[in-house]
C-alpha cells in the first residue's frame, strides 16, 4: 500500500471548516483514499473512502485531486467533538489490513 | 444492533502472567481483524480471522502471541508470559465479509493492557 503524509497537528475554530491535507504521491491506480478517526481512547471510526470522485456523506467531505497524488478531508463545521486524531489511509479495494499512521492531531477550540 | 464488544476494557497483568482479550463482533459479521496501538503510535494490524480460520497473521509477533475465532463464541487473543513492552491498547474490528471492509470496519473500544 501507498504511503501517506499528513501534517502532525492542526487547530480549528469551532463552527469554521477544517480542511485536513494529506499526500500519497505513490498511490496506484488501484488504491483507495480512506479517512479514520480515533477520538481519545475510542476506537477507531470509519470517515469516508474514495477512488478519484469527490464523495460526501453527513460526516464530511472528500476531495481528491485529479493527478491523485494527495487529498484533502473536509469537515463543513467542526465542533469541540470533532477533536481527535485523523489518519489518511491508502488502501487496494481487496485488500483488508488498515496501515495507520501518525495522523494528524486535530484541535477545534471555542 | 450492539456494536464490536471487547472485554475487558482494562486489564492488568504482572510480567509472566497469561493475558486474554476477547471480541464478539457485531451481529451478522464473520470476519474479525485485531489491531495493536502502542502509546503514542498508530494502530498496526495483527491478524485476520474468519470463524475456525486464521486468514494472515503476519503482523503477529512470531512468539506469545496467539489468536483464534472459534466456531461458537468471541474471538480471543492470547498473549502468554507478557512482558511489559506488551502493555498496549488492542483494538477489534469487523465485517460482514472481507469485500465489504471496503466500506469501513467497525472497531470496539479496546482493552487496555498494562503489564506491571
Known amino acids: 500500500d501507498a504511503k501517506t503524509t499528513q501534517p502532525t497537528s492542526m487547530d480549528c475554530a469551532e463552527g469554521r471548516a477544517a480542511n485536513l491535507p494529506c499526500n500519497h504521491s505513490?498511490?496506484?491506480?488501484?488504491?483507495?483514499v480512506y479517512w479514520y478517526r480515533q477520538i481519545h481512547s475510542q476506537g477507531p471510526q470509519y470517515i469516508i473512502h474514495?477512488?478519484?470522485n469527490n464523495e460526501t456523506n453527513e460526516m464530511a467531505s472528500l476531495i481528491i485531486t485529479e493527478d491523485r497524488k494527495s487529498s484533502t478531508l473536509i469537515l463543513p463545521h467542526a465542533t469541540l467533538r470533532d477533536t481527535a486524531v485523523y489518519y489518511c489511509i491508502v488502501r487496494v479495494s481487496s485488500g483488508y489490513a488498515l496501515n495507520f499512521g501518525k495522523g494528524t492531531s486535530l484541535l477545534v477550540t471555542p | 444492533n450492539a456494536g464490536v464488544m471487547q472485554n475487558p476494557r482494562h486489564l492488568v497483568r504482572r510480567r509472566g502472567q497469561e493475558a486474554r482479550l476477547r471480541c464478539s463482533p457485531m451481529?451478522?459479521?464473520?470476519?474479525v481483524y485485531w489491531y495493536r496501538q502502542l502509546p503514542e503510535e498508530g494502530l498496526k494490524f495483527m491478524v485476520y480471522l474468519q470463524k475456525e480460520n486464521i486468514i494472515d497473521e503476519s503482523g503477529m509477533p512470531k512468539e506469545r502471541f496467539s489468536a483464534e475465532f472459534p466456531k461458537e463464541g468471541p474471538s480471543i487473543l492470547r498473549i502468554q508470559q507478557v512482558v511489559r513492552g506488551d502493555s498496549a491498547a488492542y483494538f477489534c474490528?469487523?465485517?460482514?465479509?472481507?469485500?465489504?471492509?471496503?466500506?469501513?470496519?467497525?472497531f470496539g473500544s479496546g482493552t487496555r493492557l498494562t503489564v506491571v
Open positions: 474490528a469487523s465485517s460482514p465479509s472481507q469485500t465489504e471492509t471496503n466500506y469501513g470496519y467497525t
Open positions: 505513490t498511490i496506484s491506480g488501484n488504491e483507495y
Open positions: 451481529k451478522g459479521h464473520s470476519h
Open positions: 474514495g477512488l478519484k
